[in-house]
């Protein structure tokens, strides 16, 4: 069966330093992959996706996943964290009806 | 270009009672999915409707259902509310033929059921 999982429920890490969340994919076919970021009382906005081709994706405000197919992992990074980026991270995976699978999110918390 | 436009933003209900959702579409999309987002979970699908028909669905009961009309705005109706579905209820347009993929999604519906 197809699943997400978000290994970290919580991560906190201070102002301008980097940034690593984890992903793992479980999934038959070549995975269609997504990053989404939530807001307090906002939807999902999607910060980037991989489809095919190159393993490293660049998305909005700045930052970059890499996939990984022998480790099924699809980690979203970012080399300087701002305070505005403190919110729930969602990673999911796209099946062939067009359905999003989503993980269990990784809420972010950012140090002054 | 419009966004997702989700209404009522909060509602309460009663157990047993009815609810319906409303949904308008992002301009140029036609597919429209749902999804239950429980506290501290992340979206499950609900189900999706493409040319008006659902067009998948996900682990819910026959007591949630939903509707797209013609100008692709959508509808999704639960019946006999439980305590269980108090979630935040998200809708997500998309258009199909580009890869399906280019979701919008709307800011959603807080349903609290007592």
């Known amino acids: 069966a197809q699943s997400v999982t978000q290994p970290d429920i919580h991560i906190t890490v201070s102002e301008g330093a980097s940034l690593e969340l984890r992903c793992n994919y479980s999934?038959?076919?070549?995975?269609?992959l997504f990053w989404y970021v939530q807001s307090p009382g906002q939807g999902l906005q999607l910060l980037l996706k991989?489809?095919?081709?190159?393993?490293l994706v660049q998305g909005i405000k700045g930052f970059e996943a890499e996939f990984k197919r022998s480790q099924s992992s699809f980690n979203l990074r970012k080399p300087s964290v701002h305070w505005s980026d403190a919110a729930e991270y969602f990673c999911?995976?796209?099946?062939?009806?067009?359905?999003?699978?989503f993980g269990s999110g990784t809420r972010l918390l950012v140090r002054p | 270009e419009t966004g997702v436009t989700q209404s009522p933003t909060h509602l309460i209900k009663t157990r047993g009672q009815q609810v319906t959702l409303r949904c308008s579409s992002q301009?140029?999309?036609?597919?429209v999915s749902w999804y239950q987002q429980a506290l501290g979970q992340g979206p499950q699908f609900i189900f999706q409707?493409?040319?008006?028909?659902?067009?998948g669905r996900g682990n819910f009961p026959p007591r949630f259902s939903g509707l797209q009309f013609p100008n692709y705005s959508s509808e999704l109706n639960v019946n006999a509310l439980e305590l269980d579905d108090s979630a935040l209820y998200l809708c997500?347009?998309?258009?199909?033929?580009?890869?399906?993929?280019?979701?919008?999604f709307g800011s959603g519906t807080r349903l609290t059921v007592v």
């Open positions: 997500a347009s998309s258009f199909r033929g580009q890869g399906g993929y280019g979701y919008t």
């Open positions: 999934y038959g076919a070549t995975p269609y």
């Open positions: 991989y489809f095919s081709g190159d393993t």
């Open positions: 999911a995976v796209g099946d062939s009806s067009y359905k999003l699978i």
């Open positions: 301009s140029g999309h036609n597919t």
């Open positions: 409707y493409y040319r008006e028909e659902e067009n």
